[in-house]
């Protein structure tokens, strides 16, 4: 492949667009030489845009969703349109216009940041509409945010599930056992604070 090929890829944004910074791209073309960041790596993302509280349970929520890789480019099984570690569906189409607005990449953080901008990004412009690139509404922003003050992991993993992910098929035990398995794991290995007793610390 020649090296004004590879330049073209590698410049792309939007791996289900046809367009790019320097060209076009065949529409849905793999990006090569991605690295998949494990569990570790997600945590440390998570960490930047939420508090430490609330990460077991978006956690569980991603290891569902993910099938437990943790993979940004999972694609939904069985050929249905979700993308990515929280499944775009709907969402999907914002989240590439958001990417390709900000001449952001496809990331697991750029993933991690645009969900943490529809919970948390209450701003508007001097038009009055709301600058966040996905309108969640304001009680379910609220309601998210609650949960992640005062919430228990199943709490927290229920809500964000309900109000941000919205799945067709809930799966909500499964993603509350995921969250409290990560809950316990993230603690033993010191990835997030703890209490004398090794419990998450329920203020960080």
């Known amino acids: 492949m020649s090296p004004k090929i590879l330049g073209m890829f590698s410049d792309v944004i939007n791996p289900f667009s046809k367009k790019s910074i320097q060209g076009e791209v065949p529409f849905n073309m793999t990006m090569p030489q991605r690295d998949i960041p494990k569990y570790e790596e997600i945590v440390k993302l998570l960490k930047k845009h939420f508090p430490d509280r609330a990460i077991p349970a978006i956690l569980g929520n991603i290891d569902v969703e993910t099938d437990g890789t943790f ?59 709301l600058t966040t690139a996905l309108d969640i509404g304001g009680p379910a922003r609220k309601a998210i945010r609650s949960s992640f003050k005062d919430g228990s992991t199943a709490d927290m993993t229920k809500m964000f599930s309900d109000k941000y992910e919205n799945p067709r098929v809930p799966n909500t035990e499964k993603r509350i056992k995921a969250a409290e398995k990560w809950e316990k794991t993230l603690g033993k290995k010191k990835l997030l604070p703890t209490d004398q007793k090794g419990m998450l610390s329920s203020d960080s």
């Open 71 to 129: 993979d940004f480019t999972k694609q939904q099984n069985e050929g249905g349109p979700g993308y990515g570690l929280f499944q775009f569906d709907a969402q999907k189409e914002a989240y590439f216009e958001w990417l390709e607005g900000s001449a952001r990449r496809d990331s697991a953080d750029s993933q991690i940041q645009f969900a943490a901008d529809a919970i948390y990004n209450d701003e508007y412009n001097a038009e009055g509409i």
